[in-house]
């Protein structure tokens, strides 16, 4: 097939990081490790929230949501780099790279939201205690939690649905994974309208959501600041780690994607993708494990049960 005397492609070549097989071996290595750091943690954490009666609650049910998130987000990505680092043939079929993209941008756009959503949970848990068994009873969580994975699907894999970018050869994706940033670069013909759609679609997913978890913070600090100090440490308590994740998540994304340097950091942004696709996912649950006394109680429990 051909598209103005150009050849679509049919399978891509991934540049990954480096041909030395050494250096590869190294991050083989290291990305295992991360991988299984992700695996177990994320498994854990939706394991002790569905089996513990106390955790039954909105904020560790957006928790469980969050940890199956990012096990997807990992599992889509690290397995295939893992093949890669040990392999001197790094191709992948049109097919699979569509199903990766796919996946990836339906994931993280829907972790942005969550996280949004996260926030607007302690809002209301901390600023409007006497109606959040009302606002956030189980009900309305279940269609929030199905509302994001909707509009996720309608915000950020319609539009490439409907209006696909053929990408013809040379077909080297000088990334490890079909990134959107990465693999337009191949497109036929004028992308144009396709860039104005993804910064869009960026701005939907990525700043619209942070504009919100930033103004929900502001509202709950002012409200923790006129209660008691004594209980000022357990409300801030409840969102130190919900602030982290935001920070490491959002900061990096909108790093590569509202930088005025974006198009030169195109052929960089494998080291970027690599911080929210491979390491943020398996710092999520040590962060809430660690600085969250629910948690750290359950796991400790656990423990000396076993």
């Known amino acids: 097939m051909t598209t103005m005397n150009r050849t679509l492609a049919t399978e891509f070549i991934f540049l990954g990081f480096s041909n030395n097989l050494r250096v590869n071996?190294?991050?083989?290595?290291?990305?295992?490790?991360?991988?299984?750091?992700?695996?177990?943690?994320?498994?854990?954490?939706?394991?002790?929230?569905?089996?513990?009666?106390?955790?039954?609650?909105?904020?560790?049910?957006?928790?469980?949501?969050?940890?199956?998130?990012?096990?997807?987000?990992?599992?889509?990505?690290?397995?295939?780099?893992?093949?890669?680092?040990?392999?001197?043939?790094?191709?992948?079929?049109?097919?699979?790279?569509?199903?990766?993209?796919?996946?990836?941008?339906?994931?993280?756009?829907?972790?942005?939201?969550?996280?949004?959503?996260?926030?607007?949970?302690?809002?209301?848990?901390?600023?409007?205690?006497?109606?959040?068994?009302?606002?956030?009873?189980?009900?309305?969580?279940?269609?929030?939690?199905?509302?994001?994975?909707?509009?996720?699907?309608?915000?950020?894999?319609?539009?490439?649905?409907?209006?696909?970018?053929?990408?013809?050869?040379?077909?080297?994706?000088?990334?490890?994974?079909?990134e959107a940033l990465a693999i337009v670069q191949l497109a036929c013909d004028d992308i144009y309208v396709t860039k104005i759609v993804m910064l869009l679609t960026s701005l939907i997913a990525i700043l619209f959501p942070f504009m919100f978890i930033i103004v929900s913070y502001a509202c709950i600090i002012s409200s923790v600041l006129r209660i008691h100090s004594t209980k000022r440490s357990k409300a801030f308590s409840t969102c130190t780690s919900h602030i982290t994740v935001v920070i490491l998540f959002y900061g990096t994304a909108m790093f590569v994607y509202f930088s005025p340097l974006s198009q030169s950091l195109a052929n960089q942004g494998k080291y970027f993708a690599l911080f929210y696709n491979v390491i943020c996912p398996s710092l999520n649950p040590l962060i809430y494990s660690l600085n969250n006394k629910d948690v750290k109680e359950v796991i400790q429990k656990m423990f000396h049960k076993y």
């Open 25 to 178: 071996i190294c991050l083989f290595l290291l990305f295992l490790g991360i991988y299984l750091v992700t695996v177990n943690g994320n498994v854990l954490i939706m394991i002790l929230i569905l089996r513990t009666h106390n955790l039954h609650t909105p904020m560790y049910f957006f928790l469980c949501v969050l940890s199956f998130l990012d096990l997807c987000v990992s599992t889509s990505v690290v397995p295939r780099l893992l093949a890669d680092l040990l392999s001197t043939h790094r191709l992948i079929s049109h097919g699979a790279c569509v199903i990766q993209f796919y996946t990836i941008i339906l994931m993280a756009g829907t972790e942005f939201l969550l996280l949004a959503l996260m926030a607007y949970d302690r809002y209301i848990a901390i600023c409007r205690p006497l109606h959040y068994p009302v606002l956030m009873r189980w009900s309305m969580c279940y269609r929030l939690t199905a509302l994001l994975w909707i509009i996720s699907f309608m915000v950020f894999v319609l539009p490439s649905l409907l209006k696909p970018v053929d990408l013809c050869y040379p077909n080297h994706i000088n990334h490890f994974m079909c």
